[in-house]
């Protein structure tokens, strides 16, 4: 009898074994260890690209025949030999550019930096400039790499100084320069004026939401200290939110040209509120799975141990 029971309890002990390292697998899967984590990570950084990480000037508004200073950085993965920078914007109504650059150099694998400064002319009809927003072009090509990438920056010109435009208009590349500011800690405000179901759908990681049809009433909610790019789905209705914003005194207004419509086909990140329900409810779904099955491994052992008991109660 007393060997019956060691054996018994010698079986359970390996149910028990059995049962909470099927647990612990369940739960392990669901929760990606940091090492894990950092490989996915890794793989995730890995990229085998040139690309244009920064291209800014040393202002945003300029007045007429002040000299404007381009910073352009480059990322290159590996060294690229005979690489083409050009540089071109600020271009009259005579077809002149008065931003322009071209070179040919060689990329070292990290980041690169291009620095120039070039004079701007007066406004006037004979220089065919006048006040307003102007864009300034980069390209980087690599020939041996079949590669090319642009991005585009905008400057105000104001014919005096302390005047300024309250709303410039940018391309989609600026304003993802403008969300990695706002990542990292910069006074930028991205907002979303589509309806809430459009929002939701689909948006700009780290953008706020208000609808245009509620903006004239819920513009107190941005701060008038920081820079507010306008996003609608187009581009049509983020510049009558620009207007209300101006008519509230909003000085520092950015409206994105062609709205997310630009932003998608550009390929740049989207997110939408079921990508983040997603995202946290799925290691919560497999947690209950696996303390389910912790629960069923009791009470299968204690089933086994009770119908144990009963037969040596008969056998007695």
Request: net charge positive; with cysteine; aromatic share 6%.
């Amino acid at each position: 009898m007393k060997k019956n029971k060691e054996k018994q309890g010698k079986e359970n002990s390996k149910k028990i074994g059995v049962g909470v390292l099927a647990v612990a697998t369940v739960l392990l899967s669901a929760f990606p260890t940091p090492a894990a984590a950092a490989v996915a990570g890794t793989v995730a950084g890995t990229d085998n690209a040139v690309k244009i990480v920064a291209f800014t000037t040393d202002k945003e508004v300029y007045c007429a025949r002040e000299t404007v200073k381009v910073v352009l950085t480059v990322y290159s993965s590996e060294n690229v030999s005979d690489a083409l920078i050009e540089v071109a914007g600020v271009r009259s109504k005579r077809g002149v550019n008065y931003i322009s650059y071209s070179n040919k150099t060689n990329l070292t694998a990290g980041e690169n930096t291009v620095t120039f400064s070039r004079t701007l002319p007066s406004c006037s009809k004979c220089a065919g400039i006048y006040e307003g927003t102007y864009f300034i072009n980069a390209s980087v090509v690599c020939e041996a790499e079949g590669e090319v990438v642009n991005a585009t920056h905008s400057i105000e010109i104001t014919s005096s100084p302390g005047r300024r435009n309250p709303v410039r208009i940018i391309f989609v590349n600026e304003a993802q320069r403008m969300q990695q500011q706002q990542r990292d800690g910069g006074e930028v405000v991205l907002l979303d004026v589509r309806p809430n179901a459009e929002f939701k759908a689909g948006h700009l990681k780290g953008a706020t939401s208000i609808p245009l049809a509620e903006l004239s009433n819920r513009a107190a909610e941005l701060e008038k200290s920081k820079k507010i790019v306008v996003f609608s789905e187009d581009g049509r209705n983020s510049s009558r939110a620009c207007e209300i914003l101006v008519e509230q005194d909003f000085d520092q207004i950015y409206n994105v040209f062609g709205g997310m419509n630009a932003w998608q086909e550009s390929g740049f990140e989207v997110v939408s509120d079921s990508d983040a329900t997603s995202g946290t409810e799925q290691p919560g779904f497999e947690a209950v799975l696996a303390v389910a099955g912790l629960l069923a491994v009791v009470f299968w052992l204690r089933k086994g141990k009770s119908k144990s008991r009963r037969n040596s109660r008969r056998r007695g």
